[in-house]
């Protein structure tokens, strides 16, 4: 039997497909998300983080050097992954609406979802 990640409240389940090494581009993703969402709707946001801004500027600098010697023009899809700190995401996330932001490690997910006993979809 399914039940909902959180009793008693429907909401839509929204999947983040999609790569931006642009942090614009990021939020204005994470607008449309947040205003997708149901009253009481959750969006998690599962992607590789790192802790340290240097780690961060260090690898959008290295994309773009990459990028310049290959002659990769804007907009044209290059897959380089670009974390951005936990601040930054979580920074990004209230900037494009979203109420309450926290960073939870996955066993915390599944944790909370098996206390539960709900399904992560």
């Given at each position: 039997?399914?039940?909902?990640?959180?009793?008693?409240?429907?909401?839509?389940?929204?999947?983040?497909?999609?790569?931006?090494n642009n942090f614009a581009e990021k939020a204005g993703l994470y607008t449309k998300i947040q205003k997708a969402l149901r009253a009481k709707g959750m969006y998690i946001e599962c992607d590789y983080?790192?802790?340290?801004?240097?780690?961060?500027?260090?690898?959008?600098?290295?994309?773009?050097?990459?990028?310049?010697?290959?002659?990769?023009?804007?907009?044209?899809?290059?897959?380089?992954?670009?974390?951005?700190?936990?601040?930054?995401?979580?920074?990004?996330?209230?900037?494009?609406?979203?109420?309450?932001?926290?960073?939870?490690?996955?066993?915390?997910?599944?944790?909370?979802?098996?206390?539960?006993?709900?399904?992560?979809?």
């Amino acid at each position: 039997m399914r039940r909902d990640i959180i009793p008693g409240v429907k909401h839509q389940g929204y999947m983040k497909l999609w790569r931006s090494n642009n942090f614009a581009e990021k939020a204005g993703l994470y607008t449309k998300i947040q205003k997708a969402l149901r009253a009481k709707g959750m969006y998690i946001e599962c992607d590789y983080m790192v802790t340290d801004q240097p780690v961060e500027d260090e690898l959008f600098a290295e994309n773009a050097r990459l990028r310049r010697e290959m002659n990769i023009q804007d907009g044209e899809f290059y897959q380089f992954d670009t974390p951005c700190t936990i601040d930054n995401q979580i920074a990004m996330l209230k900037k494009a609406g979203f109420s309450s932001v926290e960073m939870v490690r996955l066993m915390k997910i599944i944790q909370l979802a098996q206390r539960d006993r709900c399904s992560i979809v």
